[in-house]
C-alpha cells in the first residue's frame, strides 16, 4: 500500500508524529509503527523527550457503496459522523462533517424523531453525491497498478499546486482540480486505471491507518 509521515507542530517543544497508512486490510503492526516514528524523528534529529500521548485507528475508504440500501437499514433511526458515512471519501476525517451538521441541526431542530431522520439522510445522500469524484480517485489508487508502485500516486499529488491540495482536503475540488488530477504523466497504467474507475463491487475495501 502507500506511507507517508506528516508532522504537526503543536507548540514551541510539542510535536505530533503520524504514520500513516493506506492498506487493504484493517491489520497494522503497532510495535513497528513506533519504531517508524522514533526512526523518523531520529533522521530529523530531534530528541524525543518524552511521550504525551498515543493514538491509532483505522479510517474508511470509500471506493464505492450503496447509500439508499444503507439508509434503509437504519429503519428511521438518524445517524451521524462515521455511523451515518459522513467522512471525506479519501482521507476518512469526519470532524467537518460532524460540525457542519451539528450546525445544520441547530439551525432548524427537528420536531420529531422522524424529522432528524430524514435531515441526516438527506444531508448525508447530498455528501454521497458530491463526493463521487473522490470515490473515483480511490478506485484508482487502491485497485489500479501494481502495489509496489502505488507511492508514485502520492509523490505526484503532493507535487501538485498548494491551493489544490487545500481544496483536496476541504472537499471542494473545482472543475479545474479534477482535470488536473486526471491529466499529465499518469501515475498508474491507463488501461488499469480505466478498469479501476468502472468496478462497482460495493464487498471492496480500503484503509488509512494512523
Do not use: C
Not at 530528541?47 to 439508509?71: H, Y
Request: charged fraction near 20%; charge should be positive; aromatic fraction near 10%.
Amino acid at each position: 500500500g502507500y506511507r507517508f509521515v506528516y508532522t504537526l507542530p503543536l507548540t514551541p517543544d510539542t510535536l505530533l508524529i503520524e504514520d500513516t497508512h493506506y492498506i487493504d486490510s484493517a491489520t497494522l503492526d503497532h510495535d513497528r509503527a513506533r519504531e517508524n516514528i522514533a526512526g523518523y524523528a531520529r533522521l530529523q534529529g530531534w530528541q524525543l523527550a518524552t511521550l504525551e500521548r498515543e493514538e491509532r485507528g483505522n479510517l474508511p475508504i470509500t471506493l464505492t457503496g450503496a447509500p439508499q440500501a444503507f439508509w434503509r437499514e437504519a429503519q428511521g433511526v438518524a445517524r451521524a459522523g462515521l455511523r451515518a458515512g459522513l467522512f471525506h471519501a479519501t482521507t476518512g476525517y469526519s470532524l467537518p462533517h460532524a460540525a457542519t451538521l451539528a450546525d445544520l441541526i441547530a439551525a432548524q431542530p427537528p420536531a420529531s424523531s422522524a424529522a432528524l431522520y430524514a435531515l441526516t439522510a438527506d444531508y448525508a445522500q447530498r455528501q454521497w453525491r458530491r463526493q463521487r469524484f473522490f470515490r473515483l480517485l480511490n478506485r484508482m489508487l487502491f485497485l489500479a497498478g501494481k502495489p509496489d508502485r502505488r507511492w508514485q500516486v502520492m509523490q505526484r499529488f503532493y507535487g501538485l499546486n498548494a491551493g489544490l491540495i487545500a481544496r483536496f482536503y476541504a472537499g471542494r475540488l473545482t472543475p479545474m482540480d479534477m482535470a488536473r488530477l486526471l491529466t499529465g504523466k499518469p501515475p498508474v497504467p491507463v488501461g488499469e486505471a480505466m478498469q479501476a474507475v468502472l468496478k462497482q463491487t460495493p464487498r471492496l475495501r480500503a484503509f488509512h491507518h494512523d
